[in-house]
């Protein structure tokens, strides 16, 4: 069944692959830009030219693979004399990768396998040279005439490099500190490859991944062989209608869903830097994943279009689990990474688990999400044991804030990234809330109620009076005098957290309904989410964003450049207002995600905001990991297809869809009219038909009705909407 679909997929992609831009978002509005990257999907061996970004004129180097997304390049090729060099004549796509040198006109070109890459360069003076060098502390070391091993030290673990060279060549060693430089040369060659394993168990390994993957010469059959496995994968979602550009940003951010979570299995075993061992395993050992920027529509989008692969990720975090005693967020290459706050792997799991996912263990999965919100501290960029403002955080239900100018009294709290009091109280309420939906799955009644207690904290920070989320001290007195759209130092970190206060009043996406209550009911919170749009900076955007770098792309005091806004738009559907959505999401989408360089609001996190992109342009959204339904917004084209793992196909059709007709009229899924703009994962899961009939002109009852809602309060439990 999975083979056929995945066959079924492959012919109706044949040319799906070709709308993929890489290049969109490689120049980064102020932060990171994304990378031409080629490598396979969830695979080990990513490459891309090594550079600032793509108004860089020069190449570097290229890497012949990246230890976890936006962080350390491993070992480097390049051609010619000079490094860097200028470049032209660029060719970038998911599978295959090619330029040109300006002065010395050698032709570069690079593909991939899952743990291997393939490199061909054209010298047109038929004489080879090409550096290949230790990025980072290691060796490198020539096996005969043809061929070079080397390993690199990073992160207490090591990867390690086999390569073979298409004709007999001279191997020149020269270290330089800790890193060793190979200069290799030729005469007469004209046409050069290299094709090397990439392994981090041994050379041994790396020399059995390339036997296997690339066992002969022959460039153009891997470059077939990738560009058909990306038809694969990007084809279990067919698109019609729209424009051209409109296509492009879709599979690209299609394609970048696609970088990570990485397999790193090799012939069923792996090296874990959870403890340091080789494990024997049938299963595939997953790692790279920053739950803070992913949990919210990645991995949901996985969920839905590859089950058993996610069924298989969260067994990792399982294992991560148990080989190191704690449950990571940010499950990098080489451990657990203490980055941004949360424990967001529950609000993973509990998505996956109430959509059907199993293959996990539950029971263990539950322990370690458990234990990281009782026993592990809950401060910002720090693993380890709980401390003084845990403590607090048990006792009082928020973490306390310093007042300005006050010294801090933990030495466990970072010097840069402070306290974040207010994402740090929101954020464990939503994953304590998922917590306790897995307790009930458990019958594990004490801690159902424990974590539903602990689910409403974010109420203690919602200040009523300014109908935001506000910090407090631990005295329990609001912080004064505080201006939540600028203060808080670099980020806004001493209260909130890469956005201010507008942002962070909307982020408790398991109890809308409470916050509503909180601030007077259906027409304030209406009034108050329609200002945030509107809401002006109150000085320069230069000020505002030399310190608020996250919050880019901004509508009012709304951030289409950071992850917490994800769902904000989708609120409105809470609040009996869908066209409001409608038309919010298709401004924004037209707006800040283009096929262009700056095509991307924000740093893109690997797949975080490109998932936004794919669920939004086929016009639904989970707003809320862990409840397994899907709000109903304004899709981008006229036909959409998505062809499940289990053989069954989801077809979105929007009727009459145009730039100007963005407004649903009406709803019928799987032939039945629909009052409500939300759906259940089990109303799609073996297939069905979502029709929507769209106009130019807001059908204001359409979803109106407060019975027609979308499940959003912290009473509900999960598991009445799985079947």
Not at 57 to 74: A, G, K, N, Q, V
Not at 90 to 115: L, M
């Given at each position: 069944?999975?083979?056929?679909?995945?066959?079924?997929?492959?012919?109706?992609?044949?040319?799906?692959?070709?709308?993929?831009?890489?290049?969109?978002?490689?120049?980064?509005?102020?932060?990171?830009?994304?990378?031409?990257?080629?490598?396979?999907?969830?695979?080990?061996v990513?490459?891309?030219p090594?550079?600032?970004?793509?108004?860089?004129?020069?190449?570097?180097?290229?890497?012949?693979?990246?230890?976890?997304?936006?962080?350390?390049?491993?070992?480097?090729?390049?051609?010619?004399?000079?490094?860097?060099?200028a470049?032209?004549?660029?060719?970038?796509?998911?599978?295959?990768?090619s330029?040109?040198?300006?002065e010395s006109?050698?032709?570069?070109?690079?593909?991939?396998?899952?743990?291997?890459?393939?490199?061909?360069?054209?010298?047109?003076?038929?004489?080879?040279?090409?550096?290949?060098?230790?990025?980072?502390?290691?060796?490198?070391?020539?096996?005969?005439?043809?061929?070079?091993?080397?390993?690199?030290?990073?992160?207490?673990?090591?990867?390690?490099?086999?390569g073979?060279?298409?004709?007999?060549?001279?191997?020149?060693?020269?270290?330089?500190?800790?890193?060793?430089?190979?200069?290799?040369?030729?005469?007469?060659?004209?046409?050069?490859?290299?094709?090397?394993?990439?392994?981090?168990?041994?050379?041994?390994?790396?020399?059995?991944?390339?036997?296997?993957?690339?066992?002969?010469?022959?460039?153009?059959a891997?470059?077939?062989?990738?560009?058909?496995?990306?038809?694969?994968?990007?084809?279990?979602?067919?698109?019609?209608?729209?424009?051209?550009?409109?296509?492009?940003?879709?599979?690209?951010?299609?394609?970048?869903?696609?970088?990570?979570?990485?397999?790193?299995?090799?012939?069923?075993?792996?090296?874990?830097?959870?403890?340091?061992?080789?494990h024997?395993?049938?299963?595939?050992?997953?790692?790279?994943?920053?739950?803070?920027?992913?949990?919210?529509?990645?991995?949901?989008?996985?969920?839905?279009?590859?089950?058993?692969?996610?069924?298989?990720?969260?067994?990792?975090?399982?294992?991560?689990?148990?080989?190191?005693?704690?449950?990571?967020?940010?499950?990098?290459?080489?451990?657990?990474?203490?980055?941004?706050?949360?424990?967001?792997?529950?609000?993973?799991?509990?998505?996956?688990?109430?959509?059907?996912?199993?293959?996990?263990?539950?029971?263990?999965?539950?322990?370690?999400?458990?234990?990281?919100?009782?026993?592990?501290?809950?401060?910002?960029?720090?693993?380890?044991?709980?401390?003084?403002?845990?403590?607090?955080?048990?006792?009082?239900?928020?973490?306390?804030?310093?007042?300005p100018?006050?010294?801090?009294?933990?030495?466990?709290?970072?010097?840069?990234?402070?306290r974040?009091?207010?994402?740090?109280?929101?954020?464990?309420?939503?994953?304590?809330?998922?917590?306790?939906?897995?307790?009930?799955?458990?019958?594990?009644?004490?801690?159902?109620?424990?974590?539903?207690?602990?689910?409403?904290?974010?109420?203690?920070?919602?200040?009523?009076?300014?109908?935001?989320?506000?910090?407090?001290?631990?005295d329990?007195?609001?912080?004064?005098?505080?201006?939540?759209?600028?203060?808080?130092?670099?980020?806004?970190?001493?209260?909130?957290?890469?956005?201010?206060?507008?942002?962070?009043?909307?982020?408790?996406?398991?109890?809308?309904?409470?916050?509503?209550?909180?601030m007077?009911g259906?027409?304030?919170?209406?009034?108050?989410?329609?200002?945030?749009?509107?809401?002006?900076?109150?000085?320069?955007?230069?000020?505002?964003?030399?310190?608020?770098?996250?919050?880019?792309?901004?509508?009012?005091?709304?951030?289409?450049?950071?992850?917490?806004?994800?769902?904000?738009?989708?609120?409105?559907?809470?609040?009996?207002?869908?066209?409001?959505t409608?038309?919010?999401?298709?401004?924004?989408?037209?707006?800040?995600?283009?096929?262009?360089?700056?095509?991307?609001?924000?740093?893109?996190?690997?797949g975080?905001?490109?998932a936004?992109?794919?669920?939004?342009?086929?016009?639904?959204?989970p707003?809320?990991?862990?409840?397994?339904?899907?709000?109903?917004g304004s899709?981008?084209?006229?036909?959409?297809?998505v062809?499940?793992r289990?053989?069954?196909?989801?077809?979105?059709?929007?009727?009459?869809?145009?730039?100007?007709?963005?407004?649903?009229?009406?709803?019928r899924?799987?032939?039945?009219?629909?009052?409500?703009?939300?759906?259940?994962?089990?109303?799609?899961?073996?297939?069905?038909?979502?029709?929507?009939?769209?106009?130019?002109?807001?059908?204001t009852?359409?979803?109106?009705?407060?019975?027609?809602?979308?499940?959003?309060?912290?009473?509900v439990?999960?598991?009445?909407?799985?079947?």
């Amino acid at each position: 069944m999975l083979l056929g679909a995945i066959v079924l997929a492959a012919l109706h992609a044949a040319a799906q692959v070709e709308y993929v831009d890489t290049t969109i978002g490689n120049v980064g509005i102020l932060l990171v830009p994304t990378r031409p990257a080629v490598f396979l999907p969830n695979s080990m061996v990513r490459v891309y030219p090594m550079r600032a970004d793509a108004m860089d004129d020069r190449i570097d180097s290229f890497p012949l693979t990246i230890s976890s997304h936006r962080m350390e390049e491993l070992f480097s090729i390049m051609p010619g004399d000079r490094s860097p060099a200028a470049y032209d004549q660029e060719k970038t796509t998911p599978y295959y990768y090619s330029t040109r040198f300006d002065e010395s006109f050698i032709h570069t070109e690079f593909t991939a396998t899952e743990r291997c890459g393939y490199f061909r360069f054209t010298f047109p003076n038929g004489k080879v040279s090409v550096a290949l060098a230790n990025r980072i502390a290691g060796d490198l070391e020539a096996q005969g005439s043809d061929a070079i091993s080397g390993e690199e030290r990073f992160g207490n673990m090591k990867a390690f490099v086999y390569g073979e060279f298409s004709t007999q060549v001279h191997v020149e060693l020269n270290k330089v500190g800790d890193k060793t430089r190979a200069t290799i040369s030729a005469e007469h060659a004209g046409t050069f490859e290299f094709r090397y394993g990439i392994s981090f168990i041994s050379v041994e390994q790396a020399k059995r991944n390339l036997r296997e993957q690339i066992p002969a010469w022959g460039f153009d059959a891997v470059e077939a062989a990738a560009r058909s496995r990306w038809n694969q994968a990007l084809g279990q979602i067919v698109v019609e209608g729209g424009t051209e550009s409109q296509r492009k940003v879709f599979y690209t951010a299609l394609y970048r869903c696609y970088e990570r979570m990485i397999n790193i299995s090799e012939d069923g075993r792996y090296y874990s830097a959870f403890d340091h061992r080789v494990h024997e395993d049938s299963r595939p050992f997953y790692v790279d994943n920053w739950l803070w920027d992913t949990f919210r529509a990645l991995e949901p989008l996985q969920t839905l279009l590859n089950p058993d692969v996610e069924a298989d990720k969260i067994q990792s975090y399982v294992r991560m689990y148990q080989q190191a005693g704690i449950m990571p967020t940010f499950a990098v290459l080489t451990g657990p990474y203490a980055c941004m706050n949360g424990n967001h792997a529950a609000p993973w799991f509990a998505d996956a688990w109430f959509k059907g996912v199993r293959g996990f263990d539950l029971p263990v999965a539950f322990e370690g999400v458990r234990k990281r919100a009782t026993e592990d501290t809950l401060l910002p960029w720090r693993l380890g044991p709980k401390g003084p403002l845990d403590e607090f955080y048990a006792a009082h239900g928020y973490m306390p804030a310093l007042h300005p100018g006050e010294a801090e009294t933990d030495p466990g709290v970072h010097p840069f990234e402070k306290r974040q009091p207010v994402p740090v109280t929101l954020e464990n309420s939503f994953d304590d809330w998922s917590i306790a939906q897995l307790a009930r799955v458990l019958h594990k009644p004490q801690d159902e109620a424990l974590f539903l207690n602990r689910a409403a904290n974010y109420k203690h920070l919602f200040r009523a009076d300014k109908a935001l989320m506000w910090p407090k001290d631990s005295d329990g007195q609001w912080i004064e005098p505080l201006d939540p759209k600028f203060d808080g130092g670099m980020g806004g970190r001493d209260f909130y957290d890469e956005n201010n206060g507008y942002t962070y009043t909307w982020d408790v996406p398991h109890d809308y309904a409470g916050l509503i209550q909180l601030m007077g009911g259906t027409a304030q919170a209406t009034a108050n989410l329609d200002q945030l749009f509107r809401e002006p900076l109150d000085r320069s955007k230069y000020e505002f964003q030399a310190k608020f770098p996250d919050s880019t792309s901004m509508v009012g005091q709304f951030s289409m450049g950071n992850e917490p806004s994800l769902a904000i738009p989708y609120i409105y559907n809470r609040l009996g207002a869908p066209w409001k959505t409608q038309k919010r999401i298709r401004m924004l989408l037209e707006s800040f995600f283009t096929d262009t360089l700056q095509g991307v609001p924000g740093d893109e996190d690997g797949g975080g905001m490109s998932a936004f992109v794919v669920f939004s342009m086929l016009g639904f959204y989970p707003v809320t990991p862990g409840i397994p339904t899907y709000d109903i917004g304004s899709p981008v084209f006229e036909k959409m297809t998505v062809h499940l793992r289990n053989g069954k196909d989801f077809v979105i059709v929007a009727h009459h869809n145009s730039h100007d007709n963005k407004y649903v009229q009406s709803i019928r899924l799987n032939g039945k009219p629909l009052e409500q703009v939300w759906f259940r994962h089990a109303d799609i899961a073996n297939g069905g038909t979502l029709e929507l009939t769209m106009s130019d002109t807001p059908n204001t009852t359409l979803g109106a009705a407060a019975s027609s809602f979308p499940p959003s309060s912290m009473d509900v439990h999960p598991d009445d909407f799985s079947n």
